[in-house]
Nanobody, 122 residues
């Protein structure tokens, strides 16, 4: 099974950019749909974006469309979330996730990273 480790979070100002990375190990990364989610303490986990096995198809939450870009490099077993024009409401813990089941969207993810904190100050 695949293990996931996120990195790249931090404290930035509104309007800045960050790129999150998700390093995968223990499995064949190209077999897994990859997604990004976010969650604040006391709130429900929110779907952010997902990308297909080969990276040709993506899906985004309305709240991040046009600002965030999900991508993957299967040769490096790594996924990415480029976040531009960050807003204070983007402050959350960001998690990457993976699944073998087909289709994008927010369901049926079996494997999760430990999360990385993103804080956007106004």
């Amino acid at each position: 099974q695949v293990q996931l480790v996120e990195s790249g979070g931090g404290l930035v100002q509104a309007g800045d950019s960050l790129r999150l990375s998700c390093a995968a190990s223990g499995g064949t990364f190209s077999w897994y749909v990859m997604g990004w989610f976010r969650q604040a303490p006391g709130k429900e986990r929110e779907f952010v974006a997902a990308i297909s096995l080969g990276g040709l198809t993506t899906d985004y939450a309305d709240s991040v469309k046009g600002r965030f870009t999900i991508s993957r490099d299967n040769t490096k077993n790594t996924g990415y979330l480029q976040m531009n024009s960050l807003k204070p409401e983007d402050t959350d813990i960001y998690y990457c996730a993976a699944k073998r089941s087909p289709g994008l969207g927010s369901s049926n993810y079996n494997y999760w990273g430990q999360g990385t904190q993103v804080t956007v100050s106004s």
